[in-house]
């Protein structure tokens, strides 16, 4: 844990130091921000109401999850059809999933918490919570008012994370829901917000590289005070309780009920030929990311590497 949270403190502060580095001020920084967000709004809109309205019977919480700690900072509403995670003096809290999961479309919607948000992290990941764990996460970190989130995506494979990369969101993600999910198969792994993709990780373990492929995972999410954990900007607690919502709780994944074979054999929606890649408009807006939103990608961070690691070669 101690080197898992020295690394972390490490990414953290080289994140901090980067506009002063790399966008020579917040001029920049802010017009980056805008870029992202004027060009992405148009499209952004239409796909996430479309999303949305496939998810008008989502399953009930209480179906498919279940606290994971602090259980009296969840509440839920609309019969269960939406919780609110909250943050105070005392505690955050987070939930997970029942049962366990190898490879699918796995996915959540979630109103992060609005206005001075600083030093809260919000997340939604898959974890086997193993020692030599398989992780795929989301990681909100909350800003002054007025400032922008900052998206962290992460991939843990056998144990080994440290494949960070940032991004600023085209949108304000405090005022909508906003869907972000994990397109999860035995050909690659996609990681999109409002049906877009934001990043791809290939299975290349055909050429010796990592790739989670064999460890079944839960579904986790969580609000907690990532000023105590990793160094960030300390919480104001004048603006507390924080609140990050979430809803459409339904789980379109190989459930583990025997043998993790069973999800291996190749005839779900998501190994069919359509999903084993991205197709001409998502390699195009994938692009479009990397180019106008990403704001620190480790393949390209020679201060921490000598050399990129062996999958970025392989790796949009």
Request: net charge neutral; aromatic share 14%; glycine share 8%.
């Amino acid at each position: 844990m101690a080197v898992w949270r020295k690394r972390f403190n490490r990414s953290i502060s080289e994140f901090s130091a980067y506009p002063r580095k790399k966008l020579i001020g917040i001029s920049v920084v802010v017009v980056v921000v805008m870029m992202c967000i004027v060009i992405g709004a148009s499209v952004g809109a239409s796909r996430r109401r479309a999303s949305l309205n496939k998810n008008k019977n989502a399953s009930m919480f209480e179906r498919n999850f279940i606290a994971t700690w602090a259980a009296d900072h969840l509440k839920l509403r609309d019969g269960g059809q939406i919780v609110d995670v909250i943050l105070d003096q005392t505690s955050g809290a987070g939930f997970g999933s029942y049962n366990r999961y190898l490879y699918g479309n796995l996915g959540m919607h979630i109103k992060l918490v609005p206005n001075d948000s600083a030093g809260t992290v919000t997340t939604y990941y898959l974890s086997s919570l193993t020692d030599d764990k398989d992780q795929l996460e989301y990681q909100f970190i909350g800003n002054a008012s007025g400032q922008p989130y900052v998206l962290q995506t992460n991939i843990y494979v056998n144990g080994l994370g440290d494949r960070e990369q940032r991004m600023f969101l085209w949108f304000d993600p405090t005022t909508e829901y906003h869907e972000y999910k994990i397109l999860w198969n035995q050909y690659q792994i996609v990681f999109f917000v409002d049906d877009l993709p934001i990043r791809v990780f290939r299975n290349n373990s055909a050429a010796g590289l990592p790739y989670p492929h064999k460890q079944p995972v839960g579904i986790y999410s969580s609000l907690w005070n990532g000023a105590q954990w990793a160094g960030l900007q300390k919480i104001n607690w004048a603006y507390a309780p924080f609140t990050a919502s979430y809803q459409g709780f339904t789980i379109d994944g190989c459930q583990i009920q025997g043998s993790v074979d069973d999800c291996l054999t190749g005839t779900y929606w998501w190994d069919s030929e359509n999903f084993q890649k991205l197709d001409a408009n998502q390699t195009a807006h994938l692009k479009w990311v990397q180019e106008r939103c990403v704001i620190y990608n480790y393949c390209t961070d020679a201060q921490r590497f000598s050399s990129p690691p062996p999958e970025c070669a392989y790796n949009p």
